[in-house]
């Protein structure tokens, strides 16, 4: 079944414990995006990339790490995570380099006390 | 910020009836999308349209845009239950690939 996981879905953890979460697409997309989503603020883009070892900022990066070394992959990482950061976050991917027709992970919800 | 705003925020129909959903954004666009959200999982893509396109349509979906004003409307005809969920508008501006996302229009569907 073509899809994009993420885990974990569900996470509670403490401020500045450093946590990376999954994602990975099956059908050889080659955009793929972080997006936080809060309430009232709709979602966000944090990091997108159009290509492997190819990644850039989107509009609220700071506090976030990512990279591509594979297609299939692109882990979202939280070297020092702080309560702004709690939120649901969206991994997509796009069948080409523009993000169109995107499809979404499940989601996980994080939250940092 | 290239944010879009959706208008109305939250809007309560009867089964049958017909939604239309608003969504203006600041700079200019490649293209603009629609998806759909059902409570707290992950969107789901509904339509595109590009900037050269002034109406489109798909099933019981109609779209709108107009560059000009810098706005586009979704339409969904003859509205079900299970239209219920919360959609929102996502553009690219020209010359980027990020994708910016409108707050959303949260549409309940009453049977």
């Known amino acids: 079944e073509a899809q994009v996981t993420q885990n974990p879905r569900y996470l509670i953890t403490v401020t500045g414990k450093k946590l990376t979460v999954t994602c990975s697409q099956n059908?050889?997309?080659?955009?793929m995006s972080w997006y936080r989503q809060d309430p009232g603020l709709g979602l966000r883009q944090i990091y997108y990339?159009?290509?492997?070892?190819?990644?850039d900022k989107g509009d609220v990066p700071e506090g976030y790490k990512v990279s591509r070394k594979e297609k299939r992959n692109f882990p979202l990482i939280l070297e020092s995570p702080s309560p702004n950061q709690t939120s649901l976050y969206f991994c997509?991917?796009?069948?080409?380099?523009?993000?169109?027709?995107?499809?979404f992970g499940p989601g996980t919800r994080l939250t940092v006390t | 910020s290239q944010q879009g705003e959706e208008d109305p925020q939250a809007l309560s129909i009867q089964e049958g009836e017909n939604a239309t959903m608003n969504c203006s954004y600041k700079t200019s666009i490649n293209n603009l999308q629609w998806y759909r959200q059902n409570s707290g999982r992950g969107l789901v893509h509904l339509i595109l349209i590009r900037s050269n396109e002034r109406e489109k349509h798909s099933g019981r979906l109609r779209v709108t845009l107009d560059t000009s004003k810098k706005s586009s409307s979704l339409l969904i005809t003859a509205s079900r239950a299970a239209d219920t969920a919360s959609y929102f508008c996502a553009t690219d501006a020209k010359g980027a690939q990020k994708l910016v996302f409108g707050q959303g229009t949260r549409l309940t569907i009453n049977p």
């Open positions: 059908m050889n997309h080659e955009y």
């Open positions: 997509a991917s796009s069948p080409t380099r523009i993000p169109y027709e995107q499809y």
């Open positions: 990339s159009m290509n492997v070892e190819v990644t």
